[in-house]
Each structure stands twice: as C-alpha cells, then as structure tokens.
C-alpha cells in the first residue's frame, strides 16, 4: 500500500471518529416534564428545552426577577405544553432577553428548579414584513 493511502485511511477514520463523538452531545428539544423525568433518571447532560416567557393579558413579560447584584436573574417559562416553570440563570439578563419570541435553555433540573448554562433567544426579525389594514 502506498503512504498516500494509509494517511487517507487515518484522516477518513479520524474524521468518522469525530462525527461519532460529536453525535452522542446532540440533544433533541424536550419539554419541562421530560426534562424532569431524564434528570430524576439519572441524565447529567444538558437537556433543550424551548418555550416562551409568560406574558400577562396585555402581552407584558411577567415573573423576571434579577438579584440585587444584577448579576443572575430567574424567569418564568412556558414550554410548548403549557407548562409553566421557574429558571435559574448564573450570568445577567440578556439585553433583548424581555423582547425574544422563542426562548431555548440548555441546563439540567436541581431539586425542582431548572438551572440555565445557556440561553438561546429568537427575537423578532426587523426583516418581517409588517401588515397593515386599512378599513373604508
């Protein structure tokens, strides 16, 4: 076999090596009771969950509470059943965090509180095009 040969044979197998290892981190978006139910099973990876924050009637973001420090903060989030669910996020509040659409967190459950590494937000796009009813 020539050299050239060999060191294409490493590179194909380090390259399935990674793809392999890097598969086993995906995670799937689950929704809070899912969530709870992997952590009480023993599941220490980051789990996905997305939802929203929760809104009043008049579409305000409601249950945001920064510490004195403004250096953490928790929030209340509704995920895609409706479930509602206190977060705990250790870094300050994203500034657009109150005006996201869709807000996605990566952590794990403690006890009864789901504690964020991260947040992952969609915010409304400037690109949407805005309607606008003219009535006669």
Do not use: W
Not at 37 to 62: F, R
Not at 117 to 133: R, W
């Amino acid at each position: 076999m020539k050299t050239s040969h060999i060191i294409g044979i490493i590179i194909i197998a380090v390259a399935i090596g990674i793809i392999i290892s890097t598969a086993g981190d995906a995670s799937s978006y689950v929704t809070f009771d899912q969530a709870y139910a992997m952590a009480s099973n023993g599941n220490g990876n980051s789990i996905h969950v997305v939802g929203e924050l929760k809104k009043d009637h008049q579409g305000q973001v409601v249950g945001i509470s920064p510490t004195a420090d403004k250096l953490s903060f928790t929030f209340l989030m509704v995920d895609e059943n409706n479930k509602e669910q206190q977060v705990f996020y250790n870094e300050p509040m994203p500034p657009d965090f109150q005006r996201s659409e869709k807000v996605v967190v990566i952590g794990s459950y403690h006890d009864d509180l789901f504690v964020a590494d991260k947040i992952l937000m969609k915010c409304p796009s400037k690109y949407q095009e805005n309607t606008v009813s003219a009535e006669m």
